[in-house]
């Protein structure tokens, strides 16, 4: 089981990043999805999640309106569209997979068995 982020980088706040999460040895039917980041110095933190058979989501509110996760089952990609990126959104970007029966989809970091090696997104002028 592996998952690859890509997409990260530097962009001007008030920008837009897309970031994509490919998943090898497994199919996302039956897990939940989620997108996670750290700031320096801070505790890894949710940003979204999704369900990859019900499609219910959850996410962090201070990217209400800004974010959003999509899945393509059939190619096991799990991406994140950010927009009016600000600073504070600045962090080390990674994807998780859990194994899950729910509707919803878990929160939490330590709910997650699998992670990527993340990818860095910087947001400054």
């Known amino acids: 089981v592996q998952l690859v982020e890509s997409g990260g980088g530097l962009v001007q706040p008030g920008g837009a990043l897309r970031l994509s999460c490919a998943a090898y040895g497994f199919t ?3 897990y939940a999805l989620g997108w996670f980041r750290q700031a ?7 940003v979204i999640c999704i369900n990859s058979r019900t499609g219910a989501t959850g996410f962090d509110d201070s990217v209400m309106g800004r974010v959003t996760i999509s899945r393509d089952n059939a190619k096991s990609t799990v991406d994140l569209q950010m927009t009016r990126l600000q600073p504070e959104d600045t962090g080390v970007y990674s994807c998780a997979a859990v194994e899950y029966a729910g509707f919803l989809c ?3 970091p330590s709910d997650y068995d699998y992670w990527g090696q993340g990818t860095q997104v910087t947001v400054s002028s």
């Open 28 to 30: 996302l039917a039956g």
């Open 40 to 46: 320096p110095g801070k505790e890894r933190e949710g």
């Open 106 to 108: 878990p929160f939490v």
